[in-house]
């Protein structure tokens, strides 16, 4: 490991085709009263069947004892490096409102927040304005700083995305938010010479916030921080001679898949949405990213119960999956999401891979312990890609 | 890893012997109407005996999902790391056919192809020549070009091999098979400015061709591709201190061997004449490399029932290795060749180690399912030596 070049030189185009089915947060641990973890309580027979006649591991999304948040735990799924890529807090806001970045761009996280009349801040947060607040104030913020476009765009509640697209930026500057009140806003600085214009623009940005927003209390000043340009990828059809396509509801999702070069696929908010969306362009790509992201929400509410359920829910549509008789099929998730932590965690994550020519093993039941057993072993999640390639049979030998 | 320079610094020259078996093609998938693989279908006593009192893992030759050819296959068992080692296709197919190369020359892939009066390739392969054919135009080939030495050796049917030797030459440059009819060779190029000689050379070979061969169609010119250099590799001699010796049938096995430092055994054809070329030489050596060609030869001809013969073939051979009483033998295999997928493939590779210290198992018989369940677990197959040299009590304690 890392292998990606090598696969980037091995790789042909097929029409076989690949599903990666992401259930986010999917491992989990034991519920102390019964002992058993989520999948062990679920009754999941179609995901049983699965691993039954697939081969099974356990797949360590980035180091054994790193919890990964969304972003690297997909980036190793897509078989890019979690390690080599990192995707900062200004680009994971702007994919996940679908903003359409551009190379080059400088993102920032922005929050509005209320200061004083030293300036001194009183709320990082200005009470929580609503969101509806939020996107009147926005638009009032864009504008134009030696011939750098400053863009706005809402998020949620006090949260927004600011957007430097010009020439000559650069992420490596100081944040303004001083992560403390009854300070003022900190000026931002450059870490490299590169970056003072961005700073010197950042600062006058902050400036004319502030003289825009005086009346706006308590949204009457911003804060900015992570801020971060979209990491160079090679495309997957570049690396992987893919056609590649997401199918999510959540658009945090469809933003790292566009990262990586997958056309986003619109679907509804349901199961029943995303399968539907999966029939209906099943011809016209021959990978598929079809992420799930009900067993996370419940693991991070400490919802053992609602976990479960979701677990059932998924498994119900397995079948209307393997009916399309995809070359490879995966399941797995970018990263555990014990209910009983609520919040990600470290735990390797149970993975089936299904294809006429996976080697088989000895499991018969989608559980972690199961998984322990099976023929991937413990393996690294960036290797989900290059095994799937295989399966496929969309890789050349190496060497001669 | 990769941790060859470590295993250097460790090495201690011990009579203790090692014989490394390599079942060429071993791993296998299952029958689709038995749903056994080959291993599991064979009658393999010895196989399962030593399996027994072994230790047994699986080898992954290079990394999960890629399928090895035969040399970083190779290059891999005998500790290199295949990633590092590159063997082009003019060196392998040199090495291939017992070639004397020599340090610096540039080895090349040829074919006699036919030719219009336009100088367009109407046949890239000369309608496949006989191989006497080929053996009689080659001599007519070898020129001298500003120093530099042309030579050449037939291989089979239309494919010959091209030496250059001589000072200041480079093998980056194009290749003169345009891999199309209907068009002229394609020009040699310079890849980098060190290659300038080398390409014109190339050229001038190519020109030179011609025109001697101008009244011998159908082999009247020559294509060149897979220009490459023989890899300086240390010997295995300076790495483990070893004395190392290869028997195989197939020359291009024994080529691979040579060029890690093994000395060549003369033999036969069959199992039992290298089992004989074993015990003959056997007091002369502490290593022997004793290669089985015949599982992947049946594997890419499709033939799971030949497969499955083959393995209970070497099976009776197993204790007349074993009555020689080596310190450590290993039994596997350079890569699967699957018989339903009639090629290499990316799959582990089923292998049993064993020693007086080899701390067993609890695998009782030789399959990929159980080898799963085995001391070594799934493991790159370059740690297959460290873990010979180990067991054969030839490493030093690392540290104080």
């Known amino acids: 490991m890392f292998t990606q070049k090598l696969i980037k030189s091995l790789a042909r185009p097929t029409p076989s085709k690949i599903i990666l089915c992401v259930l986010d947060g999917l491992g989990g641990l034991p519920h102390p009263k019964t002992g058993k973890t989520e999948l062990e309580t679920a009754n999941i027979p179609n995901l049983d069947k699965l691993a039954k006649i697939g081969v099974c591991g356990l797949s360590v999304p980035i180091e054994p004892g790193i919890t990964p948040g969304s972003a690297p735990g997909h980036t190793a799924l897509f078989g890019y490096d979690p390690l080599e890529v990192r995707i900062g807090r200004g680009v994971l806001e702007a994919v996940g409102i679908d903003f359409p970045v551009k190379r080059g761009d400088v993102l920032v996280r922005g929050n509005f927040c209320t200061v004083d009349k030293n300036g001194n801040i009183t709320d990082r947060r200005a009470g929580r304005i609503s969101t509806e607040l939020n996107a009147s104030l926005c638009p009032l913020l864009e504008m134009t700083i030696e011939g750098v476009h400053v863009l706005t765009a809402p998020v949620r509640e006090h949260r927004f995305v600011i957007v430097f697209r010009g020439a000559g930026l650069s992420p490596e500057v100081t944040e303004s938010d001083p992560q403390v009140t009854g300070v003022p806003p900190s000026p931002v600085k450059a870490l490299s010479s590169?970056?003072?214009?961005?700073?010197?623009?950042?600062?006058?940005?902050?400036?004319?916030?502030?003289?825009?927003?005086?009346?706006?209390?308590?949204?009457?000043?911003?804060?900015?921080?992570?801020?971060?340009?979209?990491?160079?990828?090679?495309s997957m059809k570049e690396v992987y001679q893919l056609k590649p396509a997401a199918i999510a509801t959540y658009p945090m999702y469809r933003g790292l898949a566009r990262l990586v070069g997958m056309e986003i696929l619109s679907t509804g908010t349901s199961l029943e949405d995303e399968i539907a969306t999966l029939k209906k362009y099943y011809k016209n790509y021959n990978f598929f990213f079809l992420h799930f992201k009900k067993p996370d929400a419940a693991g991070e509410d400490g919802d053992f119960g609602r976990k479960v359920q979701t677990l059932e829910e998924i498994d119900k549509f397995i079948p209307s999956i393997?009916?399309?008789?995809?070359?490879?099929?995966?399941?797995?998730?970018?990263?555990?999401?014990?209910?009983?932590?609520?919040?990600?965690?470290?735990?390797?994550?149970p993975t089936i891979l299904y294809s006429q020519f996976c080697r088989s093993d000895e499991v018969t039941e989608f559980t972690e312990k199961a998984c322990l057993r099976g023929g991937l072993g413990t393996f690294p999640a960036a290797q989900i890609m290059p095994l799937a390639m295989a399966n496929a049979l969309k890789l050349n030998k190496y060497g001669a």
């Open 194 to 234: 590169k970056a003072t214009k961005t700073a010197r623009i950042a600062d006058q940005f902050a400036k004319s916030a502030g003289v825009i927003l005086k009346n706006k209390k308590p949204a009457n000043m911003i804060l900015m921080r992570g801020f971060s340009r979209s990491p160079h990828l090679s």
């Open 322 to 349: 393997l009916n399309l008789k995809p070359d490879v099929i995966v399941i797995t998730g970018d990263h555990s999401t014990p209910a009983i932590l609520k919040g990600h965690s470290w735990h390797p994550v």
